[in-house]
């Protein structure tokens, strides 16, 4: 079992930059797959990026590929998402993510979740 909150959301204007972190509890973090998705109002939630549990591997939604970076630090028990560049299309609420195994942008997969941090991007 891991428990995750997610931190760093706020307002910043287009072409800013904001840092979100994620801090897991449990001892077994370094084992599990961490990721980031996000939720507009009236939409599905839609993934962003996912880490390996090494951190040696990485996957990037197509839309953000370029300006996001996902990083972890498994002596801490945290990730996090480096997003620079911002467009008015990043606003979301933004939700860390754990899964033991599956590291893929279906959500349903994804067995653990923060409750989410809002982040808003002004033009």
């Known amino acids: 079992q891991v428990q995750l909150v997610e931190s760093g959301g706020g307002l910043v204007q287009a072409g800013g930059s904001l840092r979100l972190s994620c801090a897991a509890s449990?001892?077994?973090?370094?084992?599990?797959?961490m990721g980031w998705f996000r939720q507009a109002p009236g939409k599905e939630r839609e993934f962003v990026v996912s880490?390996?549990?090494?951190?040696?591997?990485?996957y990037y939604a197509e839309s953000v590929k370029g300006r996001f970076t996902i990083s972890r630090d498994n002596a801490k028990n945290t990730v996090h998402l480096q997003m620079n560049s911002l467009k008015p299309e990043d606003t979301a609420v933004y939700y860390c993510a754990a899964d033991r195994w599956y590291s893929g942008p279906s959500y349903r997969q994804w067995d653990y979740w923060g409750q989410g941090t809002q982040v808003t991007v002004s033009s």
């Open positions: 880490i390996n549990s090494s951190g040696g591997s990485t």
């Open positions: 449990g001892r077994t973090f370094s084992s599990y797959v």
